[in-house]
């Protein structure tokens, strides 16, 4: 069965360095999303995207975070200078079709960790 | 943000019998609502989800009960096996918000064998 791959499964940065967190969506999926959980709290939403442009986000993800899908088949979480508070499980999901009925499909996540 | 809510943080039954996992919501803009099953060390896995405009879905040994006027839906795994033991989200969204989930913040199911 087709799936999300997320990578790096974990990735440690110092605080104030750029992350970039990587996502390979399921090939026929046009809607993309990124979720974190911070340990704890509940899974949140990020950002959506659809025909490379951001559809909504939420208020955490300020001018800090940026998302691109670089190619064909990549779904990039950047963090540009990161925070403590930035420690989270960020989970990539994707979607087939914008209509009701279809479900979102999600990665293993990455667990990052901002030292 | 407590649009999602699972009253419950976990639940244990004896293998064989019903689960029963609860969920309430908030926003009456809501129309899908799903269930996610998520292990240790992986993401969430779809289960089964449904639409406001039923107010039951069944797949196999889970079904889905959805009471709008209540604004509360129920997930049973009917029987209950050891492999079923795994923490399941509750998650909502509304049509017009490009179907961006809300979560609620999870119930630990122990099946004991």
């Known amino acids: 069965e087709p799936e999300v791959t997320q990578t790096p499964s974990h990735q440690v940065t110092q605080m104030g360095q750029e992350v970039i967190l990587r996502c390979v969506p399921i090939?026929?999926?046009?809607?993309f999303y990124w979720y974190r959980q911070i340990l704890g709290q509940k899974v949140e939403f990020l950002v959506s995207f659809y025909n490379n442009e951001i559809s909504e986000k939420s208020e955490i993800f300020d001018d800090q975070f940026s998302v691109e899908r670089p190619d064909g088949s990549n779904f990039t979480l950047k963090i540009r200078s990161t925070k403590l508070e930035d420690s989270a499980m960020y989970f990539c999901?994707?979607?087939?079709?914008?209509?009701?009925?279809?479900?979102?499909?999600f990665g293993d996540g990455t667990r990052l960790s901002i030292l | 943000d407590q649009q999602v809510k699972q009253n419950s943080p976990s639940l244990s039954v004896q293998e064989g019998r019903i689960s029963i996992l609860n969920c309430d919501y908030t926003n009456s803009m809501f129309d899908y609502f799903l269930w996610y099953k998520k292990y240790p060390a992986e993401g969430p896995t779809f289960l089964i989800s449904i639409s406001s405009i039923k107010d039951k879905n069944e797949d196999g040994r889970f079904t889905v009960f959805l009471n709008k006027s209540a604004k509360h839906l129920s997930l049973h795994i009917v029987p209950s096996q050891p492999g079923d033991s795994a923490v399941y989200f509750c998650a909502a969204s509304a049509g017009g918000s490009n179907y961006k989930l809300t979560f609620g913040k999870g119930t630990l199911l122990t099946v004991n064998p």
């Open positions: 999901a994707s979607r087939v079709r914008d209509s009701l009925g279809e479900p979102q499909h």
């Open positions: 090939s026929n999926h046009l809607y």
